[in-house]
Nanobody, 116 residues
Framework: QAQLVESGGGLVQPGGSLRLSCVAS????????MRWYRQVPGKERELVAT????????NYADFVKGRFTISRDNVKNTVYLQMHNLKPEDTAVYFC?????????WGQGTQVTVSS
C-alpha cells in the first residue's frame, strides 16, 4: 500500500534552518507531483511548495519564496523541503502529499516549531 513518511522536524530558533524529508513507498514515485503543505491548529492546511515528477518544475507559496526549496530524488523515492531563515510564523505540522490526477496520498506530518 502507498505510504509517505515525513521526518526532520523539530525545534529551531528564528533564523535557523531545517530540512524535511518524505520517503515514499508503494507507488511509482516519479509519476507523482509532490507537494508540501502545512497546518496549524484551527486553520486550514495550506500549500507550501510543489515539484513536478521529473523535478524540472517547482512552485512556492509567496510566504516561503526565497527561503524554502523543494527537491526530490527519484532514485531514493524521497522529496525534501529545505527551509532557511525560519520565522515563528512557520511553526506548523508539515505534511507531504503525492498527487496523480485524482489520486493522492498523505503522510502523517512532522512538527516544526520556530521559537527562541
Amino acid at each position: 500500500q502507498a505510504q509517505l513518511v515525513e521526518s526532520g522536524g523539530g525545534l529551531v530558533q528564528p533564523g535557523g534552518s531545517l530540512r524535511l524529508s518524505c520517503v515514499a513507498s508503494g507507488f511509482i514515485f516519479s509519476s507523482y507531483i509532490m507537494r508540501w503543505y502545512r497546518q496549524v491548529p484551527g486553520k486550514e492546511r495550506e500549500l507550501v511548495a510543489t515539484i513536478s515528477g521529473t523535478g524540472d518544475y517547482s512552485n512556492y507559496a509567496d510566504f516561503v519564496k526565497g527561503r524554502f526549496t523543494i527537491s526530490r530524488d527519484n532514485v531514493k523515492n524521497t522529496v525534501y523541503l529545505q527551509m532557511h531563515n525560519l520565522k515563528p510564523e512557520d511553526t506548523a505540522v508539515y505534511f507531504c502529499n503525492a498527487l496523480l490526477g485524482l489520486l493522492g496520498y498523505w503522510g502523517q506530518g512532522t512538527q516544526v516549531t520556530v521559537s527562541s
